[in-house]
């Protein structure tokens, strides 16, 4: 059974850190994984999606990585600003007959002005 | 990029009653849409995929006859919470997956309040 889990559960950073956010899965035969944001009582928003095969992916101040073999993958973001406080979600898509979204346990962010 | 439309946003229902939500994918068909239950300050949990033309399939734990989903089209999805309690107040939200390598795509959640 896949298990996804995020470290930090919470995290506080003053305003223009650099700072990076874990994501951990024990199941590797994964189809690709994406990263989300989430702010309170709203529903998602896609950031990232990495594809099985790729290594990172890169979109403004975000990078994600991939490491399918250990399973882990981190979202890096430069530069932090008090907008980008909110939960963070990595979820991991298996494909084929059971193409859905495993959850992380998400990592609560607090960007501090 | 594609677009799901989940209707009603939020919704305060009397225990015992029953409350449907809908799940619609704007701009694309999709076989397959799957719904998702969050309690506060928890991550995402799957309750059930929902098949085009065909019986839902359920997660370990959740009550099929409590939580019923119909896909009677490829762009509609509804659950259904029948008889509801106070502790199906809960976040609800759909997804719909993108074709081939392409990412899922989210419906705006429900927020579901049972008194």
């Known amino acids: 059974k896949q298990e996804v889990t995020q470290i930090p559960a919470a995290l506080s950073v003053p305003e223009g850190e650099n700072l990076v956010l874990n994501c951990s899965f024990t199941d590797s035969a994964i189809y690709n994984l994406q990263w989300f944001r989430q702010d309170p009582g709203k529903g998602l928003t896609s950031l990232l999606l990495i594809q099985s095969s790729q290594r990172e992916q890169t979109s403004g101040r975000l990078n994600a990585s991939l490491d399918k073999s250990s399973g882990r993958s981190t979202l890096y973001i430069a530069a932090s600003q008090p907008g980008d406080s909110a939960t963070y979600l990595c979820?991991?898509?298996?494909?084929?007959?059971?193409?859905?979204?495993?959850f992380g346990t998400g990592t609560l962010l607090a960007v501090q002005p | 990029g594609a677009v799901v439309s989940q209707h009603p946003s939020w919704v305060i229902c009397k225990s015992g009653t029953s409350v449907k939500i809908e799940c619609r994918s704007l701009?694309?068909?999709?076989?397959?849409m799957f719904w998702y239950r969050q309690f506060p300050k928890q991550s995402l949990m799957l309750m059930a995929t929902?098949?085009?033309?065909?019986?839902?399939?359920?997660e370990q734990g959740v009550e099929k006859d409590k939580f019923l989903i119909n896909h009677a089209s490829l762009t509609l999805s509804t659950l259904t919470v029948t008889s509801a309690h106070p502790e199906d107040s809960s976040f609800y939200i759909c997804?719909?997956?993108?074709?081939?390598?392409?990412?899922?795509?989210f419906g705006q959640g429900t927020r579901l309040t049972v008194v």
């Open positions: 979820a991991v898509r298996r494909g084929g007959a059971t193409n859905k979204l495993i």
């Open positions: 997804s719909a997956p993108g074709q081939g390598e392409s990412e899922a795509f």
């Open positions: 701009d694309f068909q999709a076989t397959t």
């Open positions: 929902s098949n085009e033309g065909s019986k839902a399939t359920y």
